[in-house]
Nanobody, 124 residues
Framework: QVQLVESGGGLVQAGGSLRLSCAAS????????MGWFRQAPGKEREFLAA????????YYADSVKGRFTFSRDNAKNTVYLQMNGLKPEDTAVYYC?????????????????WGQGAQVTVSS
């Protein structure tokens, strides 16, 4: 089992920045891939980014490429999503997810473990 706990959400003005954290606990993380998704009211859960923890390779959705950065601190079993240039349309609940595979994927059903979510609200 893997437990994921997000933190760092909140309210920010358009153009501002936030950093989300996701702390993982449970099994060994040497072969784990983690992802960030978000879900706005009335919309499907949307893939944002994925990272392979062992080497730090990343994969981003076009909608956030260049604005969001996914990083990790393996010593702390924690990943981060740095979000810059936030827009009102970025308002959503943000989820981190994990899968025991080295393959990066944007497919929601490919992830086995999910955090509880963190609300991000961007005001105009």
């Amino acid at each position: 089992q893997v437990q994921l706990v997000e933190s760092g959400g909140g309210l920010v003005q358009a153009g501002g920045s936030l950093r989300l954290s996701c702390a993982a606990s449970g099994r060994s993380f040497s072969s784990i891939t983690m992802g960030w998704f978000r879900q706005a009211p009335g919309k499907e859960r949307e893939f944002l980014a994925a990272i392979r923890l062992s080497v730090g390779s990343t994969y981003y959705a076009d909608s956030v490429k260049g604005r969001f950065t996914f990083s990790r601190d393996n010593a702390k079993n924690t990943v981060y999503l740095q979000m810059n240039g936030l827009k009102p349309e970025d308002t959503a609940v943000y989820y981190c997810a994990a899968r025991f595979s080295s393959v990066l994927t944007a497919i929601r059903d490919g992830y086995d473990y999910w955090g509880q979510g963190a609300q991000v609200t961007v005001s105009s």
